[in-house]
């Protein structure tokens, strides 16, 4: 089993829809990260947590939420979806700050219309 | 804030070529720099990465220097196989940052 887990792997929905993408870790890693991919501009960071109580903003978050849920689950919604939203979504975690190592899911794919 | 430029894909060798996937960065301070490769249908993975000026990272036969005059860290890799094909990312990471990803590069391996 994947130690970095998402579901679903692919999505469908339509324009104004609520969507949860979940992610689940077994790693016992504090850090836990969603990005999104997009062809041409590599990852861009969405929301970060180092624990239960500490959320961040990363660098494109207008039009996501996050809630971690505990140690091992870090939740993305996307409150009213967008065609824009279309993309690849990635969860990741990491150990600390010192590494640098991320160690990533296979990705939710998600299609808006 | 910081940034990363790679060398436009796709890159498409024939099977036992020489791999040269060029990345330069801007950054802050003195970054690691790494390299992630993301298989097809998988998420990306460390390949690679270098902590300090001179130093070179290597796996899987890849390999990359850090030099730091330059601000680059090329991927190389003598004799590529099928199995490489994927897309790779060149990324440099502050500590108490977050990190950079470049664009990525797709590569294609022709058997």
């Known amino acids: 089993d994947a130690d970095v887990t998402q579901t679903p792997r692919n999505r469908i929905t339509k324009t104004g829809k609520r969507i949860m993408l979940e992610c689940s870790q077994t790693?016992?890693?504090?850090?836990m990260y969603w990005y999104r991919q997009d062809p041409g501009l590599g990852l861009r960071l969405i929301y970060y947590?180092?624990?239960?109580?500490?959320?961040n903003k990363g660098e494109i978050s207008d039009g996501y939420s996050v809630s971690r849920q505990a140690q091992a689950k870090f939740s993305l919604s996307l409150e009213s979806a967008i065609p824009n939203q279309t993309a690849l979504y990635f969860c990741?975690?990491?150990?600390?700050?010192?590494?640098?190592?991320?160690?990533f899911g296979e990705g939710s794919r998600l299609t808006v219309l | 804030g910081d940034s990363v430029t790679q060398m436009e894909g796709p890159v498409t060798l024939s099977e036992e070529a020489f791999l040269t996937i060029n990345c330069t960065y801007t950054?802050?301070?003195?970054?690691?720099l790494f390299w992630y490769v993301q298989y097809p249908g998988e998420g990306l993975q460390l390949l690679l990465k270098?902590?300090?000026?001179?130093d070179k990272g290597s796996n899987k036969g890849f390999e990359a220097t850090y030099r730091k005059e330059t601000t680059s860290f090329h991927l190389e890799k003598g004799s590529v196989q099928v199995s490489d094909s994927a897309v790779y990312f060149c990324?440099?990471?502050?500590?108490?940052?977050?990190?950079?990803f470049g664009p990525g590069t797709r590569l294609s391996v022709l058997p």
């Open positions: 990324a440099p990471y502050n500590y108490g940052q977050n990190f950079v």
């Open positions: 990741a975690t990491s150990v600390t700050a010192n590494t640098g190592e991320l160690f």
């Open positions: 270098a902590t300090k000026a001179d």
């Open positions: 947590s180092f624990d239960v109580k500490d959320i």
């Open positions: 950054a802050t301070g003195y970054p690691s």
């Open positions: 790693k016992g890693h504090d850090r």
